[in-house]
């Protein structure tokens, strides 16, 4: 409590004090204030403590269902079309890959100075490619794992 009287001589505004300093616990009106609750002599919680089943608040209706219902279903079409074109993307992306390596190998065994060149070029562009399709094929798995867990929530929703 001196740190704020002495805030409180400075120039700009006192900070409020905390409601853990005060002897009341909320003499400020932080938090709202609860009575305490005493222990059931036959050690029960107390009956508004214990859970009880109640009824759903909101209810939807049936067209509003089955909308959601539907936008649902096309969610999930959609996100397994970019799961496969995903995959099939990662795949080509090795096939390129593999294919520009191999013209570079094939470039590099004739030897002329110009193709030479065009090989070690190639070589490279195969790097990028292999690095492209790691990529792709490490996002194709991610795509696939959120494929699968939207559908496992999906299902949990609806049943």
């Known amino acids: 409590m001196a740190f704020l009287k002495r805030l409180s001589n400075s120039n700009g505004p006192a900070p409020l004090p905390s409601p853990a300093l005060s002897a009341q616990g909320n003499a400020n009106g932080y ?27 909101a209810v939807i209706d049936r067209p509003t269902l089955h909308a959601s219902l539907k936008a649902l279903e096309t969610l ?9 074109c995903e995959a099939r993307l990662a795949a080509a992306d090795k096939r390129l890959a593999v294919a520009t390596r191999e013209f570079a190998v094939t470039l590099e065994a ?48 609806v049943t």
């Open 31 to 57: 938090f709202p204030s609860s009575a305490p609750v005493s222990p059931n002599p036959n050690g029960l919680a107390p009956a508004h403590a214990q859970s009880q089943p109640t009824a759903p608040t």
């Open 76 to 84: 999930l079409h959609a996100l397994d079309d970019h799961r496969l």
């Open 110 to 157: 004739g030897k002329p100075k110009g193709e030479a060149v065009a090989a070690g070029a190639l070589k490279a562009a195969s790097k990028l490619f292999e690095a492209v399709a790691d990529v792709g094929s490490k996002y194709a798995r991610s795509a696939n794992l959120s494929y699968g867990a939207s559908q496992r929530l999906a299902r949990a929703l």
